[in-house]
């Protein structure tokens, strides 16, 4: 059984995937989120989304984790690690299926591209195994979709305001379980927020589509919704969300100081002038006095480029 929270707090939180270090773009998704709870007089949880185990980079956990602490974040309550979450993300998967609000697929990637139009976000399933598997299909490559809503997902965020999506039309059911037993991000996060008593949710704006299939999940589950706040992303000159995928440059805890007033700077809190600070603890009292969200650059994406 899954035990919530009570959401009479505000709860927020950072979740970083430990498949590499912590850069410039990590930064701001955990500063804005740990400044938006702590100006809050709230609570801000850290939570390890290890769940693609053949994506975990060696050493990459207890690295992420000495950074985020020089850097002076201190969390709230101890460190959840999604790879002990597997049983609460399989008991409301059998929940869903029992419930006829999911069901098994084995569409391989060949079918896909054979049935399925191309969307914004990849293929759109038009649903090929909703009514079962076929016999040609080979039952062991199952994974396990959600049936989509026909009607809009609408939410407000708190930085760009009204969003609307169509699920069925933007992508079809959508997997919550990959054929190789790896529960998908969208379930996994949609559980622990609702574990954690997660009130607020601050992340990148490169998230902001996956809201939708979040909201929906929550209210097939009756779970409570969160608020949600995205902000931009950091991209290099060729435009590239800097990621560890594209070799964004690590955080390097000596640089504390200037990391993190170089992040203040990019979420357009204007701090005063370095010198101003005698230490990295000023700062951080500084910014989350005067955490602003409507300072906050209202694009998708900007430019950095590192000093």
């Given at each position: 059984m899954l035990n919530s929270l009570k959401l009479n707090t505000y709860r927020g939180r950072f979740a970083p995937s430990p498949s590499g270090s912590l850069h410039f773009g990590s930064l701001l998704a955990a500063?804005?989120?740990y400044l938006d709870a702590k100006a809050h007089q709230g609570d801000w949880l850290l939570r390890i989304e290890d769940l693609d185990a053949p994506r975990v980079q060696k050493g990459a956990i207890s690295a992420i984790l000495?950074?985020?602490?020089?850097?002076?974040?201190?969390?709230?309550?101890?460190?959840l690690y999604q790879s002990q979450r597997l049983t609460a993300y399989q008991t409301i998967t059998e929940q869903l299926l029992k419930r006829n609000k999911a069901y098994f697929c084995a569409c391989s990637r060949k079918i896909l591209q054979q049935n399925s139009p191309v969307g914004h976000y990849?293929?759109?399933?038009?649903?090929?195994?909703r009514q079962g598997?076929?016999?040609?299909?080979?039952?062991?490559?199952?994974?396990?979709?959600?049936?989509?809503g026909s009607t809009p997902i609408t939410f407000k965020d708190r930085l760009y305001g009204a969003c609307k999506q169509n699920i069925a039309q933007a992508i079809g059911d959508f997997v919550i379980k990959r054929s190789d037993g790896v529960f998908a991000?969208?379930?996994?996060?949609?559980?622990?927020?609702?574990?954690?008593?997660?009130?607020?949710?601050?992340?990148?704006?490169?998230?902001?589509?996956?809201?939708?299939?979040?909201?929906?999940?929550q209210k097939l589950l009756n779970f409570p919704q969160p608020h949600y706040l995205h902000i931009p992303i950091?991209?290099?000159?060729?435009?590239?969300?800097?990621?560890?995928?594209?070799?964004?440059?690590?955080?390097?805890?000596?640089?504390?100081?200037?990391?993190?007033?170089?992040?203040?700077?990019?979420?357009?809190?204007?701090?005063?002038?370095q010198h101003n600070f005698?230490?990295?603890?000023?700062l951080w009292q500084w910014a989350i006095m005067h955490w602003n969200i409507n300072t906050l650059p209202q694009q998708g994406s900007l430019l950095y480029e590192s000093p």
């Open positions: 500063t804005a989120s000495n950074v985020l602490e020089c850097h002076g974040f201190k969390w709230n309550e101890e460190v990849g293929f759109i399933y038009t649903g090929t195994c598997i076929h016999a040609s299909n080979p039952s062991h490559l199952r994974s396990v979709r959600v049936l989509s991000y969208q379930l996994a996060v949609v559980i622990d927020d609702y574990y954690q008593g997660i009130t607020d949710i601050v992340r990148g704006y490169d998230l902001l589509d996956n809201t939708a299939r979040q909201l929906y999940l950091a991209v290099d000159a060729q435009g590239n969300k800097l990621s560890k995928r594209n070799l964004a440059k690590a955080l390097i805890g000596q640089h504390a100081f200037d990391n993190i007033y170089q992040a203040l700077i990019f979420l357009g809190q204007n701090p005063p002038p005698s230490q990295l603890d000023d």
